[in-house]
Structures are given as structure tokens and as C-alpha cells.
């Protein structure tokens, strides 16, 4: 057990749904990290935060979005979803989100979009 | 930009084999090398990592050697278990770049 979790662990909606997962990072951890991972495109990072605000951004289409709030827990927003988006999607979290840190991932939510 | 190019696989070994799984890398700077590996269904977990060039990163009898003058950054472990059968990951962290991931099949 990483110490991440996420919520729902799987998902079923329709296309042009909109829906919302949710994360929260290690207990300590300052840092979140969002990836999709697909057959097609493999593991692919979306986007980070730290401490509430945006440090780097991914491959993050316009219809998503992202927050991080001030208990550090983080929401990815998916939004008008096609079939495309159904994938596995990390939250991923580290202590300050600095480039030699370890990321610890949660288990992930699967989305599957009908 | 930078990337990471991992051996594809699926690899397939009987129990106490040598096992290699390539990586090699284009980035910019000196970019920190991770190992991480994903069990089924479950999320991914750090394997090893090494932060500069010639330094051996090891855990589980698994280990990597970051070598700046090949840019790879190859996965070894001496005996392999049934245990051991995961999708391995490559990683940069220059833009958190993940390689293809290579499952590894250890049969008794």
C-alpha cells in the first residue's frame, strides 16, 4: 500500500459525460501527479501540482482539468469524454515534487466510456 | 524533446534466469533514471533509481547503472522468480517521461 488513494477505483459513463476522480496523496506529500495510461499511448503524464498551484504541465487535452485544494487532495476533471479517454488514470504524489524524488502511485481509477 | 526507449516485449524466462530488460534515453541536462514496476492491477511502484551518471541502483536483487555515455539506464537481476512477473517501467524525470513498459513472465 502506497499511502495514495483514489476514488471510484472504476467508472462507466457515456460519451459527452463529464466526470470527476479524485486523489489523495501520502500523508506529508506536497505534490500530486495525474497520468492516463492506455494501451495505445502507454503511461503518459498529464499534469502536476504542488502545494495548490500548477507546476508542470503534460500531454492535458483542453477537456481536462485539474485542482489541487488546500487539504492537498487533487481532482481530475474529464470533460465531453470519448471513447478514446477510457483508460487507466494515477494519481501519483511526492513529498515536494522536486525531479530526483520518488513518486508514489496510488492504485488508479479505470474509466471506461460507452 | 526527451524520451525514454524501452525493450519491447513481452519477455518470457524460466525461473532463475538472467534477466535484462534494455533502456536508453535522449534528454537534456542530467536527468535523475527510475525503474518502476506494476504488478497486476495495481499501480506502478519504484524499483531502483540512480540521480547521476555511474551510480548502481539496487533493490530486490534487481539493479541499474547509469550510464551517461551510452545514455541507457538497463534493468539485470542474476535470478529471476515467479514472483518477479510485472510490467517494468522506464523513467526519466525530465517532463516524468515513462518508457512502453516491458512485461516480464518468470514460469516455474
Known amino acids: 500500500d502506497s499511502g495514495v488513494t483514489q476514488t471510484p477505483k472504476h467508472l462507466i459513463t457515456a460519451t459527452g459525460q463529464r466526470v470527476t476522480l479524485r486523489c489523495s496523496p501520502r500523508s506529508g506529500d506536497l505534490s500530486v501527479y495525474w497520468y492516463q495510461q492506455s494501451l495505445d499511448q502507454g503511461l503518459q503524464f498529464l499534469i502536476q501540482?504542488?502545494?495548490?498551484?500548477?507546476?508542470a504541465k503534460g500531454n492535458i487535452l483542453e477537456r481536462f482539468s485539474a485542482q489541487q485544494f488546500p487539504d492537498l487532495h487533487s481532482e481530475l476533471n474529464l470533460s465531453s469524454l470519448e471513447l478514446g479517454d477510457s483508460a487507466l488514470y494515477f494519481c501519483a504524489s511526492s513529498v515536494e515534487g522536486g525531479r530526483e524524488e520518488t513518486q508514489y502511485f496510488g492504485p488508479g481509477t479505470r474509466l471506461l466510456v460507452l | 524533446g526527451d524520451s525514454v526507449t524501452q525493450m519491447e516485449g513481452p519477455v518470457t524466462l524460466s525461473e532463475e534466469a538472467f534477466l535484462t530488460i534494455n533502456c536508453t534515453y535522449t534528454a537534456t541536462g542530467y536527468p535523475s533514471l527510475f525503474w518502476y514496476v506494476q504488478y497486476p492491477g495495481e499501480g506502478l511502484q519504484l524499483l531502483l533509481k540512480?540521480?547521476?551518471?555511474?551510480d548502481k541502483g539496487s533493490n530486490k536483487g534487481f539493479e541499474a547503472t547509469y550510464r551517461k555515455e551510452t545514455t541507457s539506464f538497463h534493468l539485470e537481476k542474476g535470478s529471476v522468480q515467479v514472483s518477479d512477473s510485472a510490467v517494468y517501467f522506464c523513467?526519466?524525470?525530465?517532463?516524468?517521461?515513462f518508457g512502453a513498459g516491458t512485461r516480464l513472465t518468470v514460469k516455474p
Open positions: 523513467a526519466l524525470n525530465n517532463d516524468m517521461r
Open positions: 540512480a540521480t547521476k551518471a555511474d
Open positions: 501540482y504542488y502545494n495548490g498551484e500548477e507546476r
